[in-house]
């Protein structure tokens, strides 16, 4: 189990590898983080499934900072389920505030002040 700043318990963690990703992600909506030794290092969301947005991290498509680490020593994934609207405040909230050096370009769209309700 993972929890974050705001105590939320996220699932996982679990190994940033092909075959983690296709036995432990969820194919549903929510936010998922890879961590570096227990450090946040990029954030994403999916509104259809997690797995598959995972699945083009560790096959080398979508970020490409994050791709590069598929398979190396010390990264592990997380996951949180909510709802796609909830992701993508939680996302954009974290990236305003605290973005992890992975992800790549700012997103304010969708920003929240609290996201403790989430």
């Known amino acids: 189990m993972f929890t974050d700043k705001y105590f939320r318990i996220w699932t996982g963690p679990f190994p940033f590898n092909d075959a ?8 549903t ?14 954030i994403g969301i999916s509104s259809s ?13 979508g970020n490409w900072a994050a791709a590069r680490r598929a398979n190396a ?3 592990e994934f997380v996951y949180f389920l909510c709802d796609a609207t909830s992701a993508s405040q939680i996302e954009s909230h974290v990236l305003t505030n605290d973005p ?3 992800n790549v370009k700012p997103e304010y769209k969708n920003f929240i002040d609290n996201i403790t309700v989430h």
């Open 73 to 75: 020593e010390g990264y």
């Open 20 to 27: 983690s990703v296709r036995q432990n992600a969820p194919a």
């Open 100 to 102: 992890p050096p992975f």
């Open 49 to 61: 499934s997690i797995r598959g947005r995972l699945i083009k991290h560790v096959t080398g498509h």
């Open 29 to 42: 909506s929510g936010v998922y983080q890879i961590l570096y030794l227990g450090e946040i290092v990029y």
